[in-house]
């Protein structure tokens, strides 16, 4: 392609199939796909469906680009579409926020990629390399510094995240899923071409990664919302990419995460979108007790949660086994131990997101008569569902593909004896082993509970629960997905993160902002007289300063 138009002679732009592209490719196809079969049961507008395709071709263009300037144009399509995707449903305030963010992280991105291409007058991701390290240590930082601002933003690492947890609560439910499946995966492909064409920040990602986590789970536990509760969720397990992207060998367990991220956020971001479409409530608080009237929605959900929570026998447990040997064998026992106690962690919100929806007491009786939720809304549940369960009994059949990836990319590729077992340097598994225990043990504990239940009485209204000596009126909270989680505020460093938050920051920056523009407004108030005055000051200042 030809720039001299633009003034940037003897640049090369293109494009370029590679392994890592076709992976991330494959998860945009199959994520549009899905969310595009559950939009049926909605009445969107056709411009709605025309900057979701738009939005989905910028994907393709970002990860197929090979060098910097053709991936900023696809970063900024990719920007400006969501912008008119989420201005559909978004508060003002929160439309602004996404705005400001997407602007600062643009500029950023695109200040940094003028600094790379100021020595070798070239914007190859081949070159990127030679052209980094040409340049003065002060201006390495910068752009460091600068690029890892657009990408945080884009994945919502805390300090970042500002904007994201509203956006993902207030977008259109059927949108939300594709928000968070795809739309940070554009942040961890970001962040691999930095870290494998450009620098290595192996220490720095792994502390901003593992604070991340932790604060966002701790942040997940409390919501009342259950939107805002899944973007935190997601927050937090986008802080394990980011921190095993901080090991030397980590990229596998950042790839496998990555799929495993995928279909998982998917997978409960539908879930909830079909249950916010048949109860018209999206509040833990205004929900419970839906398990008997919405029972594959109830399994969908609890194999979502366990895939979730990293643990065996489905595939989240494969991708966490990855990121913890990845760090043990990096020596990074600190940081393992922290990544552990997040994960650990994480059953508290899964608890409360299963609980708060399905189990527990229901809060009102026009929940009473609802139905299962569509065939539209399943159907993409059931895919995505047998994808973590064969990916738990098969955790290698992926393997041989990122290898791929790997070996493409120079780095050390992973090691496996058969589909079932994956093997690092420090232990191994078998999932289908794993799988047919956990199956066999489900099976003999549910005999067991449903020959008890045979032996029980049935409730006759679900409501009467005046049994403990107190009658509860109507505006009692009964349900403990209401609250729970602020116990946790008796732990001091728990209590920290609960009460405090970078919205304070943001706020305050805001302030600050707007005095300067009120200042500034003042002095350009329209008087020409006025900024004569001020233009004769500044050239006579400028004159002074030139002739000394």
């Known amino acids: 392609m030809d720039l001299t138009i633009f003034g940037l002679t003897d640049v090369v732009v293109s494009l370029k199939e590679t392994y890592l592209a076709n992976f991330f490719a494959m998860l945009i196809t199959i994520s549009f796909m899905l969310v595009a079969f559950s939009m049926k049961k909605y009445d969107l507008p056709k411009s709605f469906y025309a900057f979701f395709v738009l939005l989905t071709s910028a994907l393709y263009l970002i990860v197929y680009a090979n060098d910097y300037l053709l991936f900023f144009i696809g970063w900024e399509v990719m920007s400006i579409s969501t912008y008119f995707l989420l201005s559909f449903t978004l508060s003002k305030e929160a439309l602004h926020k996404y705005i400001l963010f997407a602007i600062a992280s643009a500029l950023s991105m695109f200040m ?191 194999i979502g949660i366990i895939a979730l929570a990293g643990m065996p026998p489905l595939g989240g447990f494969s991708s966490k086994f990855m990121i913890y040997t990845s760090l043990l064998d990096a020596k ?110 489900f099976i003999v504990v549910l005999l067991v509970f449903v020959n008890l239940r045979s032996k029980t009485k049935e409730a006759k209204n679900r409501f009467d629960i005046a049994y403990c000596g107190e009658v509860p009126t109507e505006a009692s909270h009964l349900h403990y997905g209401a609250g729970m989680g602020k116990e946790l505020k008796r732990v001091g460093f728990i209590k920290v993160i609960l009460d405090n938050s970078v919205k304070y920051f943001y706020n305050f920056l805001a302030k600050q902002t707007l005095a300067f523009s009120e200042f500034f407004r003042k002095i350009y108030s329209g008087d020409l007289s006025l900024n004569f005055n001020i233009a004769i000051m500044f050239l006579t200042i400028l004159l002074f300063v030139t002739l000394k």
């Open 332 to 441: 990074y026992l600190l940081i393992l131990s922290a990544v552990m106690f997040s994960s650990a962690s994480a059953f508290l919100y899964v608890y409360k997101l299963i609980y708060g929806i399905y189990l527990g007491h229901p809060t009102n009786k026009k929940l009473e008569n609802i139905k299962e939720v569509p065939i539209s809304f399943l159907i993409p549940q059931y895919f995505l569902a047998s994808v973590v369960i064969v990916l738990g009994a098969f955790p290698a059949i992926v393997v041989p593909y990122f290898n791929k990836i790997l070996s493409q990319m120079h780095l050390q590729t992973l090691t496996f004896t058969d589909a079932s077992t994956l093997i690092t340097s420090f232990s191994q598994f078998n999932g289908s082993v794993i799988l047919g225990t956990f199956c066999s043990i």
């Open 112 to 302: 940094a990629i003028l600094i790379l291409y100021s020595t070798n007058h070239s914007f190859l991701y081949s070159d990127a390399k030679s052209s980094f390290e040409q340049l003065s240590t002060n201006m390495e930082v910068v752009f460091t510094t600068l690029m890892l601002f657009a990408i945080f933003v884009k994945l919502g690492v805390i300090g970042f995240h500002y904007w994201l947890v509203d956006a993902y609560e207030e977008s259109h439910h059927i949108f939300t899923p594709f928000l968070s499946a795809i739309l940070s995966k554009m942040g961890v492909y970001a962040l691999i071409i930095l870290v494998t064409y450009v620098v290595k920040l192996d220490m720095i990602l792994a502390i901003i990664g593992v604070v991340t986590s932790i604060i966002a789970t701790f942040k997940a536990i409390q919501e009342d919302s259950v939107k805002r509760l899944l973007a935190y969720s997601s927050i937090a397990q986008l802080g394990y990419i980011v921190t095993v992207l901080g090991v030397s060998d980590g990229m596998g367990g950042a790839l496998y995460h990555s799929l495993i991220h995928t279909a998982v956020k998917l997978l409960l971001f539908i879930n909830i979108a079909g249950i916010i479409y048949i109860t018209s409530r999206s509040k833990f608080s205004e929900l419970g007790g839906l398990i008997y009237k919405t029972p594959q929605s109830f399994i969908l959900l609890l």
